[in-house]
C-alpha cells in the first residue's frame, strides 16, 4: 500500500477531492501553509493500493495542472481617477506529490 | 522506528490522547477535515520504536472503536406543533491506521 | 529523496522558514499540537534529496536549539498590591525530527 501526500493550490481542492471521492478513494486533508508564509496551499493525504497509485496521479494532473488565467490587477485607487490596467496572464495550479510505502493498514471497526 | 498516522473522530481525541500520553508516546494532532468536505476528522502521528506498534494500536482500538449511540434527530421546527422523534441509533468511531516506517529519528537538544 | 518531517515550536517557525527558503529547500507547515492539549507546536514536511538531509537537519539544529531564556512570571493579581517576581529562566526550542523514504516524486505542471 502506498501514501500518497499531494501539495495542491486550495482553488483545486474542491474539484480534486470530488473526483477521487467519485472514484472510491478516501482522502484527508491537512490544513498548511507553504515555506515562509507563503498562503494558499493545501496538503492532501491518500492511502491507496500499489496498483492504484497512478490513477490517483492522473486525478491530481487532470484537476491541478497549470493554467493561466486572466487577472486583472487593481492598483491602490487614486481618488478621482478611475484606474484600470489591462488583464494579465497569471499561471494557477500544480502540485508536488510524494509517493511513500506504507507497511502495515489497520481498520478499527 | 515507525510512524503512526491514524486518522479519528474528533470526539475520540481527548480520550486517546489522554491515553496515549499516560503510557509515555508523544502525539501530534494535525488539524484536518475528509473527503469532499466531510468534516470531524483528526489526523494523528506517533513516532515509536517498533515492539510499540502493537500497543499503540491496541490504544487506539480501545479508545476509537466503533460504537452506537441513540441520538434524537430535531427535525425543522414547525411553530405551534412540538414534533419529536424516537431516538435512532448512530454509529460513531473507527479509524484507519497507517504504520509507516521511519529511517532516521532525531531529537534536537 | 526523503521526506524530513519536524516537530518545533511555533516561535522558531519564522527564522527556520527563512534559513530553509534562503537555502532553496520548499518547505510545507502544518498546523499542529501536542499530546493531551499542549498547544504551540509546529509541524513543517520538507522533501528533499538524500544528499540534502544532513544540510536540512543542520539548519533545523541551528534554528531550533533549545536555550534559556529569562522569563518574568506574573502571579494572578491581588488588588492593591504591586507583586513582581524575580525573572526565572524557561527552557524554550528543541526539536524532533523523523526522515522517511519518498519512494516516487512527481511535480505537476
Ligand atoms: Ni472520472
Ligand atoms: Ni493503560
Ligand atoms: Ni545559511
Known sequence: MKMVIAII??????????????????????SSTGGFLRQGNTTIMIGVEDEKVEDVLQLIRDNCKKKEIPMTLYPPSITGLNMTSPPVNVTVGGATVFVMNIEQFHHVE
Do not use: A, M, P
Open 9 to 30: 493550490q486550495d482553488r483545486d481542492w474542491v474539484k480534486l477531492s470530488k473526483g477521487l471521492t467519485e472514484h472510491g478513494y478516501g482522502v484527508t486533508k491537512l
